[in-house]
């Protein structure tokens, strides 16, 4: 019997079970996030992010929600920098717990959050950006209809280090058809040395 993988809005309450989670999966997340201060990974830390993240929901530039494997609590996904008007377009992140990797937590979660923003939040695009080498990541987006076009350098500080990405994007009305593992390789490897 499969798992079911939801999503729901992340509030201030969750705070003490965020502040577990994210300690217990420092070392995990260590090579794919930004640096940490210490507070981060208490529950006073996590309130004052969710007090944030309740905002950012209420003013209509963010909405964090936590994934839940079988109820119980995995990661966490947001469509965040949302701009409204003629661009309708948020960017897409997430994160899931190590032991859960590799079970379709992600893939679930990333078309739950899809549905909600071409749906109620009336999105019209979603970008999505991984490091070079997160294939795993890579495969999740190509499962859910995003596609790989193009390579920012130096996009974001991740352990301390400035990191290319390679972007991805989901329309709406022209979602990707899958290409696989073997052709989105070859499509990255282009991207990344068009030479």
Do not use: K
Request: proline fraction near 4%; include cysteine.
């Amino acid at each position: 019997m499969s798992a079911s993988v939801t999503i729901r809005p992340a509030v201030r309450a969750d705070a003490a079970e965020l502040a577990a989670l994210f300690t217990a999966q420092r070392e995990h997340l260590r090579p794919w996030d930004p640096r940490r201060d210490h507070g981060f990974y208490t529950r006073a830390g996590q309130r004052a992010r969710l007090t944030a993240v309740e905002r950012d929901r209420a003013a209509g530039t963010a909405y964090r929600h936590l994934i839940l494997e079988d109820g119980e609590l995995a990661g966490e996904i947001a469509i965040s920098n949302v701009v409204r008007r003629a661009f309708q377009s948020g960017n897409l992140g997430y994160w899931v717990a190590g032991e859960r990797c590799g079970r379709g937590v992600a893939t679930a979660a990333v078309g739950a959050m899809c549905r909600l923003a071409f749906g109620e939040l009336e999105l019209h695009r979603i970008e999505a950006a991984t490091m070079l080498h997160n294939i795993g990541s890579q495969l999740v987006l190509d499962r859910n209809g995003f596609a790989p076009f193009g390579v920012a350098a130096s996009y974001l500080r991740i352990a301390g280090s400035w990191c290319d990405h390679l972007l991805f994007q989901h329309i709406a009305e022209q979602p990707s058809a899958p290409l696989g593992r073997d052709e989105l390789a070859r499509r990255i490897s282009l991207l990344a040395d068009p030479q």
